[in-house]
């Protein structure tokens, strides 16, 4: 079983700031990763992928990855009320199609 | 392109009663995998199928149990349903490429009431 461990949280910062989401997995050989924000009452929408070590940017969201320690985050920038949602981590390991999800981080960003 | 699709979007069903569960998805791809989602218990996997063949499948008993057919769309059945059985169920839909960028997205979800 793979373990996708995500920081409890919940996670609550002022707008404008920085909000940092961290997830650590423990399969060495998980090659692909996964955020997905999910909205209250919704389904999961996906943010961003990545799959090779260091920093993917995309506009207000910043993905990092280390394989060698095991650790991805999602960094989002100028963080703005309507980013307050449940942000789940999701790797794909070995087994090609199963994805695994952590339990996710609930950010709440206040005005 | 129209997004993936789940019928119904709510549903009520009393106790030992059985339903059934439709995933439409994205044009074009083949890979349908199944979620339950509880708040206790997170986002649980049920199981994955392409090009109608089983793939990967989760730790749920035999009353879990899906098809998908020949143009991709998938359902789910769940017999004797339990109280523990009410979540929403999550249908998402990836091309199925055997590679490891294959990306998942999600259709808005089934909500399961048992009573």
């Known amino acids: 079983q793979k373990e996708v461990e995500q920081n409890s949280g919940p996670l609550s910062v002022p707008e404008g700031a920085i909000a940092s989401l961290n997830c650590t997995y423990s399969?060495?050989?998980?090659?692909?990763f996964f955020w997905y924000r999910q909205y209250s009452g919704k389904s999961p929408e996906l943010i961003m992928s990545?799959?090779?070590?260091g920093d993917k940017e995309d506009g207000r969201f910043t993905a990092q990855l280390n394989k060698a320690s095991q650790y991805v985050s999602l960094l989002i920038r100028d963080s703005q009320p309507s980013d307050s949602a449940t942000y789940l981590c999701?790797?794909?390991?070995?087994?090609?199609?199963?994805?695994?999800f952590g339990r996710g981080t609930q950010l709440t960003v206040w005005p | 392109k129209a997004g993936v699709t789940q019928t119904p979007r709510y549903l009520i069903k009393t106790r030992g009663q059985q339903v059934t569960l439709s995933c439409s998805p994205i044009?074009?791809?083949?890979?349908v995998s199944w979620y339950q989602q509880t708040p206790g218990q997170g986002l649980q996997f049920l199981f994955e199928y392409f090009s109608e063949t089983q793939r990967n499948k989760g730790n749920f008993p035999g009353r879990f149990s899906g098809r998908q057919f020949s143009n991709s769309r998938s359902e789910m059945n769940v017999s004797t349903l339990e109280l523990g059985d009410s979540a929403l169920y999550l249908c998402?839909?990836?091309?199925?490429?055997?590679?490891?960028?294959?990306?998942?997205?999600f259709g808005p979800g089934t909500r399961l009431t048992v009573l």
């Open positions: 399969d060495r050989v998980s090659q692909s």
């Open positions: 990545i799959y090779s070590n």
């Open positions: 044009s074009g791809h083949r890979s």
């Open positions: 998402a839909s990836s091309l199925g490429r055997f590679d490891y960028t294959d990306t998942q997205y």
């Open positions: 999701a790797l794909r390991g070995s087994t090609l199609g199963r994805l695994y």
